[in-house]
């Protein structure tokens, strides 16, 4: 169920987002493979067809695609997911999932590694209750570039040694409760900023995402918060989400509310139960 946190919120940007880390441990509760990766070039949409067969009626099935280094390491490359509905229980099916577009070089010495699992949490939802699957074979369709670049090449100004990224105030975390059984993402963060007209702006987030590894029932809650001030006026606003998944629903409770000058000026409450 917790299978896609050592790949959790990657993208580019400031803390708390930023690359992937070391793919090992996601890894390690996977299905994978691996060979030489003969420096291949890679540019475009990865292609994984799999034959597979689960013993539940819903699941989900996750393909990723790393670079390991000599010492171990694992680095993402790109990912890939499918959400397997109505899925006829111990049948042999073939799904085909396509993985994000790359462009990646790998250098000598390296090795390409195909990782499966039926999860990529908290990237996507966890499927609704425990399972097993089994993967009979299949093949991976890689978007290989040969030859001369048809573009000049770019010109790149050289990068710091260390990132200024500065971490404090900036949470980014991963739990695992031993007893409970269950695995936790959570982040908090902001920033203080100044607009035009002599303005100020504060916006701050936190949220934390829970799955149960025995169950697969999560949680989720998260607040955010702006402000927008000059000497004259200020304003801000304030909402929360609770979200509980289990096994047939969603039940999502957001709750918004609006100040100017301190006072309350608006609020709205949303609660609603979606079926999965």
Known sequence: ADVGTAA????????????????????????????????????????????????????????????????????????G??????TEPG???????ELDACAYAFEPGQRLRLSVAGADWPNTVAPPTPHAMTVHGGELELPVWSGASPHTEPVLNAGD?????????????????????????????????AVPHDGEATEHYRGRVEVDTRSFDQRVEAEAHFRLSWPEVEVSTRSTLDLAVGPDAYDVDIWLEARAGGEVVGERRWQERLPR
Not at 171 to 185: F, K, N, P, S, Y
């Open 8 to 79: 959790w919120i990657d993208c580019a940007g400031h803390l708390p987002w930023g690359l992937s880390y070391d793919q090992r441990h996601d890894d390690a509760e996977s299905i994978t493979w691996e060979w030489d990766a003969d420096e291949v070039q890679l540019i475009g949409h990865p292609v994984a067809r799999l034959r597979l067969s689960v013993d539940a009626a819903a699941s989900a099935v996750s393909v990723k695609l790393c670079d390991v280094f000599p010492d171990g390491t694992s680095a993402l490359v790109t990912r």
């Open 81 to 86: 997911s499918l959400n397997l509905d109505r």
């Open 91 to 97: 049948v042999e099916r073939v799904v085909e999932v």
């Open 161 to 193: 040694e260390r990132s200024s990224e500065d971490t404090a105030g900036t949470v980014w975390r991963v739990e695992r409760d031993v007893l409970a059984r269950t695995t936790g993402c959570v982040v908090d963060h902001g920033s203080t900023y």
